[in-house]
């Protein structure tokens, strides 16, 4: 066990502090603000303040975990043996930089409540993020930090302190829309056949009719060879379903049909099954706690897990709205549209609520890559980033989570091979 002194004990340095040293490395702490006490305690120990107290072993403080609110903060990015830091400390600090105001920065997303330019959905861009101006994005920061951290109690303290978490890769499908013809009743399909003539458009129309009869299958209907694949390789799907009412943004067939509340089911007996919020339930409550009950009255268990795929998430209200549902898994911390961690961890971390300088019991669970970046990249350069990051995620034992739409898989035989990138992650040893 390590004994932590700290003048004070913020909300701020108990949810950093249990990160970094209990969530990563997996050791029990404790704090003190007793010198007496900490000094006499003859085990591992670390002081975290402004001077140091002794012999111990220390790391100077920033002002930012003393902190309420949000403040302007001023960052200067510097280097330790290779990797960026920023808060640099002094010299009597035994870490050169205060990494535990650092990643309290990138955990709680502090730069999303700062004044920023936003997207045309009104979220945060990736553009916009520290990590991507000083190109650390596709580098789970925090998690290298503390490695090199865990190295320097070791050497202090001439004794061995191993990780206690190992290596795992996991895959999310997307399904905003389960069919792209199908099941789409009369109206919506001779709606959809009038637009594509008039537009001369005769593929999708012909590719409509054939699908309709029978002569093919539905090009997002990939479920059976998705399940073949995942036998094959022994892999374990996450499927996040849509359950939003029809809109210009949400185009799914109705979850009243039978036929959907049916494959849902048989998805579920496959892998884990959450739900994908529409695009009017990311920030209306009532909304989402509409989709969240027919969720549950289709699955019938407790809604616990939720992403927001193609429209990110807007800080902190999309939380929030979690947290009032009692919703306690998420799966949308990424930007949908850049590869990279944006929480600079791939480490699952509980939510700080800034607002309220509160720790959260809702569980975030940071993505690596999500299949919207095949249309911004090629498939040499998603390839090349995907080995780069997963050989950055298996190098600290880390998490590595994708996620992929079933519509993007469309023609199957062409995307088949991002397929097998991500089932290479899962497999190899």
């Known amino acids: ?5 700290v003048k004070t004990l913020t909300p701020r340095i108990s949810y950093t502090f249990k990160h970094l040293l209990n969530s990563i490395l997996g050791y029990e702490i404790q704090f003190t603000s007793k010198i007496e006490e900490f000094i006499a305690h003859p085990g591992l120990k ?48 035994d870490v050169p930089f205060d990494i535990f105001a650092a990643s309290f920065f990138l955990l709680s997303r502090y730069e999303e409540y700062l004044p920023h330019v936003k997207d045309e959905l009104g979220r945060f861009p990736f553009q916009e993020s520290l990590a991507f101006k000083e190109d650390f994005l596709e580098l789970p920061v925090i998690d290298l930090w503390t490695l090199k951290f865990r190295d320097l109690l070791e050497n202090r303290f001439e004794k061995k302190l191993p ?17 792209k013809y199908k099941k789409k009743g009369i109206v919506r399909t001779l709606g959809a056949l009038v637009r594509d003539i008039v537009k001369l458009q005769f593929k999708p129309s012909l590719e409509r009719i054939k699908t309709l009869i029978f002569l093919q299958s539905d090009p997002y209907d990939i479920y059976d060879r998705l399940i073949e ?17 029809f809109s210009l943004q949400n185009k799914n067939i109705s979850f009243h049909k039978l036929s959907y509340q049916a494959l849902i089911k048989s998805m579920g007996d496959y892998g884990v099954l959450g739900l994908l919020p529409g695009f009017d339930a990311i920030d ?23 992403l927001s795929f193609q429209y990110g998430v807007n800080l902190p209200q999309f939380y929030n709205n979690l947290d009032k549902l009692e919703i306690s898994q998420d799966f949308s911390m990424g930007y ?3 590869p990279g961690f944006r929480a600079g961890t791939c480490t699952p971390f509980l939510y700080y609520d800034i607002n309220f300088e509160r720790i959260s019991p809702l569980t975030i669970h940071p993505y690596a890559l999500s299949s919207l970046c095949f249309q911004e990249f090629s498939f040499f350069d998603i390839k090349v980033r995907i080995e780069a990051m997963n050989s950055k995620v298996r190098e600290v034992n880390g998490k590595f989570l994708c996620l992929i739409e079933n519509a993007l898989l469309d023609p199957w035989d062409e995307q088949v091979k991002y397929l097998s990138l991500l089932e290479k992650l899962q497999t190899n040893d």
């Not at 390789?233 to 009412?245: E, N, P, R, V, Y």
């Open 284 to 306: 209306k409550l009532a909304i989402l706690r509409k989709e969240k009950k027919r969720w549950e009255n289709i699955v019938n268990t407790p809604l616990s897990r939720v």
């Open 229 to 245: 694949r995942a036998r094959l390789h022994k892999m374990q799907w996450t499927f996040f379903f849509q359950l939003s009412d």
């Open 46 to 93: 670390i002081s975290y303040g402004k001077k140091k107290l002794g012999n111990e072993f220390f790391v100077q403080q920033h002002d930012l975990l003393d902190q309420q609110g949000i403040q302007d903060i001023e960052i200067n990015i510097g280097d330790w043996e290779g990797l960026p830091c920023f808060f640099k400390c002094s010299q009597d600090s």
């Open 1 to 5: 066990m390590f004994l932590i002194y």
């Open 163 to 179: 990780l206690q978490r190992t290596y795992q890769a996991s895959s999310i499908m997307v399904v905003q829309e389960v069919f």
């Open 336 to 338: 949908p549209k850049h």
